[in-house]
Each structure stands twice: as structure tokens, then as C-alpha cells.
């Protein structure tokens, strides 16, 4: 074999190890990446869940990873905007799962996920590198209208007016009958007065006929 021929052997199989090491050292070297969500992203519930999962490629680092639930489309903006946070609490590593709890009560509308986890190589991954994950809320929780205070009627204003009222007060007569004669009963008086009148007269004829005797 020529000198030529031998140094375009050489090339060729030196070529061939780098490119094989080469396609077994990208997969290693790359990040992890987000394969799926529940609720899926795009889908629509009725009531929103306790709490919101995404599943990635491989387990994640314990430390680092956040997560913030927003009524909008854009998450991201959400978040630079100060919107309300709908996660309840911090989000936790569950290996290759990101758990995000929920508040109770969701209304209705689209909300997303605005999101940052370690991968196990190290570097950190966000809502940025992936497809923003949403879903519906088509009922939510209905709210719960106060009970209306029943206001009182303008009969039952009266009727609590007229229970209020005091006695009536007792006649100017009545009061000096009964301290004049307390306990004595209006025939006992009238029939002393009629007794004293009839006295009275058989007085007089008495006092007639002696005087004419």
C-alpha cells in the first residue's frame, strides 16, 4: 500500500471515531428538557385541580426550582407585571416531576405557567426554552351570594310600636276614688249614700210628728 493510500486510511477512521464520539457525547451533554404537563397544556377543565405537574426528561435538582401560575396567556409578562400568583406555596422536586399546589377557588379563564427548574446536568431551564404550558378553567367555583337580610314590614314597625306602648295611664277620677276608699267597692258606696238619705228622711218625719204631738 502506497504512503498515500495509508494516510487516506488513517483520515478516514480517525474521522470516523470523532464523529462516534461525537454523536454519543451530544446526548450526554444535553439539558433536560420539559416532555409533558397535567392538566396537558391546551386542554380545558371544568374546576381547576389541586395542582398543576410538568414531567421532564430526566430527575431535576433538588434546589432551584420556582414556579408561578397566572390568569394569562403570557406568563412571563404576568410575572414581570406583578399579576396575582394563583400557586399555593413553593413548588416542589418530585425527581423528574415539578409539582406546582394551586389555591382553591380558580374563577373562570386561561392560565399558564411561568416556570424555572435545575436540570441534572446543572444549567437551568425555564418557561423560555419550552412551550408555554395552559389550560381552561370553564366554570371555576361559583361564588356564594350573602343571604339579604329581610328588613322589617311597616305592619310588623307598628305592631312593635303598639307592644312597646305603656299602659294607659288611669283617669284623674279613678285615681281619687281608690285613694279616698281603697278597697271599697262602687255599690258598698252607693248603697251607704242611698242608707245615710233615707235616714236623713225618716228623721225628718220623726221630727215632724213629734212636733205636732
Same mark, same amino acid.
Do not use: C, K
Given at each position: 500500500? /502506497?504512503?498515500?493510500?495509508?494516510?487516506?486510511?488513517?483520515? !478516514?477512521?480517525?474521522?470516523?471515531?470523532? +464523529? #462516534?464520539?461525537?454523536? +454519543? %457525547?451530544?446526548?450526554? &451533554?444535553?439539558?433536560? &428538557?420539559?416532555?409533558?404537563? @397535567?392538566?396537558?397544556?391546551?386542554?380545558?377543565?371544568? $374546576?381547576?385541580?389541586?395542582? =398543576?405537574?410538568?414531567?421532564?426528561?430526566?430527575?431535576?435538582?433538588?434546589?432551584?426550582?420556582?414556579?408561578?401560575?397566572? %390568569?394569562?396567556?403570557?406568563?412571563? %409578562?404576568? /410575572?414581570?407585571?406583578?399579576?396575582?400568583?394563583?400557586?399555593?406555596?413553593? &413548588? =416542589?422536586? @418530585?425527581?423528574?416531576?415539578?409539582?406546582?399546589?394551586?389555591?382553591?377557588?380558580?374563577?373562570?379563564?386561561?392560565?399558564? !405557567?411561568?416556570?424555572? $427548574?435545575?436540570?441534572? @446536568?446543572?444549567?437551568?431551564?425555564?418557561?423560555? /426554552?419550552?412551550?408555554?404550558?395552559?389550560?381552561? $378553567?370553564?366554570?371555576?367555583?361559583? #361564588?356564594?351570594?350573602?343571604?339579604?337580610?329581610?328588613?322589617?314590614?311597616?305592619?310588623?314597625?307598628?305592631?312593635?310600636?303598639?307592644?312597646?306602648?305603656?299602659?294607659?295611664?288611669?283617669?284623674?277620677? #279613678?285615681?281619687?276614688?281608690?285613694?279616698?276608699?281603697?278597697?271599697?267597692?262602687? =255599690? $258598698? =258606696?252607693?248603697?251607704?249614700?242611698?242608707?245615710?238619705?233615707?235616714?236623713?228622711?225618716?228623721?225628718?218625719?220623726? !221630727?215632724?210628728?213629734?212636733?205636732?204631738?
Amino acid at each position: 500500500m /502506497s504512503a498515500s493510500s495509508r494516510f487516506r486510511s488513517v483520515f !478516514v477512521g480517525a474521522a470516523v471515531v470523532l +464523529f #462516534a464520539t461525537l454523536g +454519543f %457525547a451530544s446526548p450526554a &451533554a444535553a439539558h433536560d &428538557a420539559l416532555s409533558g404537563s @397535567d392538566p396537558a397544556t391546551g386542554t380545558s377543565v371544568e $374546576v381547576a385541580p389541586a395542582q =398543576i405537574t410538568l414531567t421532564f426528561t430526566a430527575d431535576l435538582m433538588p434546589d432551584g426550582a420556582e414556579a408561578q401560575v397566572f %390568569a394569562s396567556t403570557d406568563p412571563v %409578562a404576568a /410575572s414581570q407585571a406583578g399579576e396575582q400568583d394563583w400557586a399555593a406555596g413553593d &413548588a =416542589i422536586v @418530585d425527581g423528574m416531576s415539578l409539582i406546582i399546589p394551586l389555591q382553591e377557588g380558580l374563577p373562570v379563564g386561561t392560565y399558564s !405557567v411561568n416556570w424555572r $427548574v435545575v436540570s441534572s @446536568d446543572g444549567h437551568a431551564i425555564s418557561t423560555s /426554552s419550552a412551550e408555554i404550558i395552559s389550560f381552561t $378553567v370553564t366554570q371555576g367555583v361559583p #361564588a356564594v351570594d350573602p343571604v339579604p337580610t329581610a328588613e322589617p314590614t311597616p305592619e310588623a314597625t307598628t305592631a312593635l310600636a303598639a307592644t312597646a306602648t305603656p299602659d294607659a295611664t288611669p283617669s284623674p277620677e #279613678a285615681t281619687t276614688g281608690a285613694d279616698e276608699l281603697p278597697g271599697v267597692s262602687p =255599690i $258598698v =258606696i252607693w248603697a251607704l249614700v242611698i242608707g245615710g238619705v233615707i235616714l236623713v228622711a225618716l228623721l225628718a218625719v220623726i !221630727v215632724r210628728f213629734a212636733r205636732r204631738s
